[in-house]
Every structure is written in C-alpha cells, then in structure tokens.
C-alpha cells in the first residue's frame, strides 16, 4: 500500500493549515484490470482538460514535507569594474515557509522580491548572508537542490520541440534510464492532463500561447516531482483567466504536501484570495508575513486600517510604496520584528520548532559531489542531448538550411568573380584575393552565427542546469558534436563550388588540403564567437566579435607581408589563426612544387612561376602540415578557454 506523504504532514502540523487532497487506498486490481484503469482514469483528466478544469494529480512527494526557515537574511550587490560600489538590498529580514501552503511574496518594483526569492532557491549565493534552516538544519544547498526546483519569470523553452519532446527529454534526463518509457508516458500524460496541455502536446513550444508556455515551464519541473517550488512572477504576461488557472494549479500542488514560493507584483482580490500565505517586502524589509485572511486584522493592529471595500492586496502595495507616509512602513516592520514573528499565520500555535522539525525529519542527506546532483550518467546525458541537438539542428532554418544556402551562394558569387583564376599566370594575385576572401567568408559567417545564437541558448541552459537536467560537460559535447557534421558538410559543399568554378589545381591531393584548411578554420572561429557568445549578450557580442577579429587580419600576412612586420609586432603573427589558414591555402594552391602556370599570349605574367610568388609573399609552399598543428592547437586552447569561460559565466550569475 502506497505511503501518503499527507500522513506525516498532519502528524508534524496538524490537520488545520493542511488541508489534504482525498486520495483512496486503492488494492491490487486482477491481471487485465490494470489497464482499463488507467485507461479510464486517463479519458477522466483528458475530459477535465477539454472543460479546461484543474484535475487532482496523484504523483504525491514520496519524501518527508520541507520546512524552510531564514533569519537575518542580507543580500549586498555590487557594481562597476572592480566592484567597489555595494548597495544593501535585503536588511536582515526572517521568515517562515511551512510546506502545504502556497506562499506568495509581494512588494512593489525593487524591493528585492526576486533577490529574496534567489536566495532561498539558491540560484543567487553571491552577496547573500544568513541563515537557512532546512526542517530545522543548516541547509546543505546541493541537498537541498535535489528536492527543489525553480521556474524563471521568462519561459525559457526549447522552442523547436513539441510539448511532447521538450517532456520526454526532461523525462528521460530526470528520471534516469532504468525508469520504463511506458511509465515515463504515464508520468508526462499525467501531468499534461492535470496543467492543461494535453491537447497541445503535438504543438511546438514556439507557437504556443502564454498562458501555455507557463504551464509547459512548471510541467518540465514536475517530472521528477520536487518537494519544492520556486517561481518567479509566474503570472507575468498572462489574462485573467490564465492566472487564475495557473494559481488554481500551484494551490493543487501546495495541498499535496510541497512547499511553494512565489513572487507576484500586485494580485487581483480574487486571485489574492487563492494563497494561503503572503510576505510582503518594502525597500528590502519584511512589513507584513501572515495569511492573506489575517491581513486586514494585521493592519487594524498596526493603527491605519484597511479602507472598506479596498483590496488589502492593493493597500499593502500602497503601504510599502510609501504613498501613506514612510512612517508607516517602519510600523508594520516593527508590527512584524522584520518577519520574526509568526502571530499573524493561521494556526501559528502548531508550527513545530527547528528542535521539532530536527528530531521529526532529521536533516535532508547531504550531496557528495557534483554529479550526484544528476539523475542519470553522464553518457546517458550525453546521448539525450545529441538526440535533442540533431533534431533541433534538423529543424532549425537559420543554423541549418540557412546556413547552407549562404555557403552554396557565397561559393558560386566568389566563384564568378573570380572565374578560372586558379589556372591564369596573369591573375595569382587576383587568385591570392581570393583565398583570403575565403577565409574571411569562413570566419565572419561562422562567428558571428556563435555570437547571435548562443546568448539566447545560454538563458536555456542557465535554468536547466541550475534544475540539475545534465551537467555543463555533457552539455558541452553535445553542442561539439552536433555542429561538427554540419560544419564539415557545409565546408565541403563550398569547397567543391569554389575549387571547379576558379579552376585550381586538378589534385585530389591538393583540394583536401583546401577542404582540411577550410574546416579548421570555421571550428577555430567558431570556437572563438562561443567564447564571446557565452560571456556577452548579442549587442556587446556583435561589437567585440568583429573588433577582436581585426589584429587576426592585420598579423594574416595577407595587407602587410609578414617580413615588413616590425620586431615589437611580429609576435601577433603567431596567434592569429588566418595566418596559419592563409599559408595553409597557398600551401595547397602553390606549393608542393607546383608546376609553371599558364600565361596568355597578350598577357605579361609576373608570377607565372610559384615559387617566385611564394618568395615575395614571404610564405614556403611546404608548411602545411605545421600549419595543421598550429590551428589545431589554437582549436584546443580556444574550445577549453570557451568552456571555462562558460563555467565562470554560470557561476558569476549566482
């Protein structure tokens, strides 16, 4: 018989603030019987969706009821350069979150609802000083991350996969490889069914509304069904009726026995009266921590009573904006201890103690380690993100199908340009142009493909990450593996356009040192507009990308011959990467002992003899090979620097 979690929740709480979702012992059914209850059970909620009612969902916690506690919580942010400038966001602030409630913290604009909420979820540590009690112990915030979930105010979705892929991805990655699929497809059924989105499932997330989009968000959390909730501003952007459901939906979840924290700006009356509990925030002061019932007895207390027929979700607001009097702020903290005292909850004579909670739960078992965050191994997180990443790619016009046409047309537009100059004695230098022209094509192109792309990828991975989906090196393979073929693919396709087209050398040898230089190139560029996309935002990126790209021209060889560098410069011809794809192309193109060129009888042609050019250009037609290793070395140190820089990055934003 399955352990309702509800049992132990009363046991520690009482059966007053919990109110408990009525779930019927249920005996083992015959052989064959199983399935038509499902079945039965599943036309039931699929029947609730199409009248667009919230059904009661039966993945109740299987873990004991989180309590959450803070004490003089500060929160410090900094600013500027060397980050000398400090402004004190949260003052020493104390709260209460029992579990079986829906928690709403509200404030106006800056008085650090979001900051409050990041420091309890975890998702910001840096600044953030306290205490945080967990069932009445320190808490452990990996632990502590494994029971718990948080949901951003924007809805950070992949948005080339169905309802149903974007669920059984976070499945197949929450849940771990010995799970069943089929039970895997009841859990996502389910929850698609109790949120809503059941006949959504074949839509992509792109094209689906607001409302759903926010939905979809807490159904991806609810997989692996966390015992905590955090959600910021969930009813941002959306009408009255999809707040209204959404609110319904965590009030549901709440009673299950989880604990649910929310911000909100400034509610509605009805939709206020659907929270159990609300902490109301002013310039980073507790005014007010009770049920939403107590509230208007709260302000009766403190001297200045609510208004008759006045919305107290709106006069509190009104209060903590300062707009009766500042004085009045400091009252309500006072009224409150900053958010100490608990006379204000509804039955705040039961709320056990830490001693309590300590001896009735004990502490939550600590995390050894990183990678015991994840629910499954690395290579089974390896293998869902390629599936994922193949099908996006697949889908994707602009870094896919796009990508490719550029290619396809810039090869045959450089191909007409420069028609049969591989083979005219009178047109090397107009062939050397072209070579260049290559390798500018092959880096613009591909850098700043990195640097507008990732940034909107890296909102993704910083809320999946932090959810512990996979950790930040099976990520990262992932995104170097499934761009490679592409890569290459479209590397080759450009390759054969504009070898033919201007006619050089008919070597097979000679065009796959072109297509192995050309390949090298674009995974070096690449790998150096990831490393700004992970740090800088696309405007920033934009800038610095083609900025920094500027030197690597200016020390090719290509404007000034690398001999007429002089001495205090001549080591920037070292790290620039076109360098070593300039002279790996007219290794291919020139060297190798390249015989006489054709001359036209009308023409004079001053480099009709190779080694003649490679002599005034200052490069040797037998350095291809170093200049492989050298690309390949500067690929190495520019994929590490990329993850380390990612890494740094997702550490910073805590």
């Not at 004991?64 to 410090?76: A, G, K, S, Y």
């Not at 060397?82 to 913290?105: C, D, M, T, Y």
Request: contains cysteine; proline residues 4%; neutral net charge.
């Amino acid at each position: 018989m399955e352990v309702v979690i509800q049992e132990a929740v009363t046991a520690v709480y009482g059966s007053g603030e919990i109110k408990e979702v009525q779930m019927r012992e249920q005996s083992p059914a015959p052989e064959g019987e199983e399935p038509k209850k499902r079945n039965s059970d599943a036309v039931s909620m699929i029947s609730q969706v199409e009248r667009d009612e919230p059904t009661k969902f039966s993945m109740l916690p299987k873990d004991d009821p989180v309590d959450i506690q803070f004490e003089n919580v500060r929160f410090t942010a900094t600013k500027g350069i060397f980050k000398k400038e400090s402004k004190e966001i949260l003052h020493s602030i104390n709260g209460r979150l029992p579990p079986g409630q829906l928690v709403a913290i509200m404030g106006p604009s800056g008085a650090g609802k979001s900051t409050l909420l990041n420091a309890l979820s975890g998702y910001s540590i840096t600044g953030t000083r306290g205490k945080f009690l967990i069932n009445g112990s320190p808490r452990d915030l990996n632990a502590f991350r494994k029971l718990s979930c948080y949901i951003t105010q924007d809805d950070r979705l992949q948005a080339l996969l169905t309802v149903m892929e974007n669920m059984l991805v976070a499945a197949d990655l929450k849940l771990g490889a010995d799970v069943p699929l089929t039970e895997k497809e009841d859990i996502i059924q389910e929850i698609l069914c109790t949120l809503g989105l059941y006949k959504a499932r074949h839509t992509r997330a792109e094209r689906l509304s607001g409302g759903q989009k926010k939905r979809l968000s807490i159904a991806l959390e609810l997989v692996n069904n966390p015992l905590v909730m955090f959600l910021d501003e969930p009813t941002t952007g959306l009408d009255s009726s999809s707040c209204r459901q959404c609110v319904k939906l965590l009030k549901v979840l709440a009673r299950q026995g989880r604990t649910i924290v929310c911000t909100i700006h400034q509610p509605s009356a009805s939709l206020f009266d659907n929270f159990d509990q609300v902490y109301v925030l002013a310039a980073g002061k507790c005014v007010y921590q009770g049920s939403t019932k107590m509230m208007v007895p709260f302000f009766d207390d403190v001297g200045f009573p609510c208004p008759m027929y006045h919305n107290p979700a709106d006069y509190v607001i009104e209060l903590a904006c300062g707009e009766h009097g500042t004085d009045k702020i400091d009252r309500m903290v006072k009224g409150t201890e900053n958010g100490k005292t608990l006379q204000w909850m509804k039955h705040h004579a039961s709320l056990p103690s830490a001693r309590t909670l300590r001896e009735k739960f004990g502490p939550i078992k600590k995390s050894e380690g990183s990678e015991s965050l994840h629910a499954t191994s690395a290579s089974h997180q390896l293998k869902i993100l390629l599936g994922r990443g193949f099908l996006k790619a697949k889908r994707d016009s602009t870094l896919t199908y796009t990508r490719i046409m550029v290619n396809i047309l810039t090869g045959i537009m450089l191909g007409t340009l420069y028609w049969q100059a591989g083979i005219d004695g009178s047109k090397v230098l107009d062939n050397y142009n072209l070579l260049f022209s290559i390798l500018m094509h092959h880096m613009m192109s591909t850098m700043m493909l990195m640097i507008l792309s990732f940034p909107n990828e890296m909102s993704v991975l910083t809320k999946e990450h932090f959810n512990r989906w996979y950790s930040l090196k099976m990520y990262y393979t992932s995104v170097t593996i499934v761009d490679a073929p592409l890569s290459v693919f479209c590397c080759v396709v450009f390759s054969v356009i504009i070898y033919t087209m201007t006619a050089q050398p008919p070597s097979l040898e000679r065009f796959g040192m072109f297509t192995a230089i050309s390949v090298l190139v674009v995974f070096v560029a690449q790998s150096f507009g990831l490393m700004i996309g992970a740090v800088f935002d696309v405007t920033n990126g934009t800038f610095l990308g083609p900025t920094l790209s500027v030197p690597m021209m200016m020390f090719a060889g290509f404007g000034v011959a690398l001999k007429d560098l002089p001495s205090y410069l001549f080591w920037g011809s070292y790290i620039s990467y076109l360098r070593y794809g300039l002279e790996g192309f007219v290794g291919a193109i020139y060297g190798l002992n390249r015989n006489t060129l054709e001359c036209p009888e009308d023409k004079y042609c001053h480099y009709k003899y190779p080694t003649k050019f490679l002599e005034d250009i200052d490069m040797k037609g037998d350095q291809f090979w170093n200049d492989i290793i050298c690309l390949a070395i500067i690929l190495f140190f520019l994929r590490i620097m990329a993850f380390v820089l990612l890494r740094w990055k997702l550490t910073a934003q805590r």
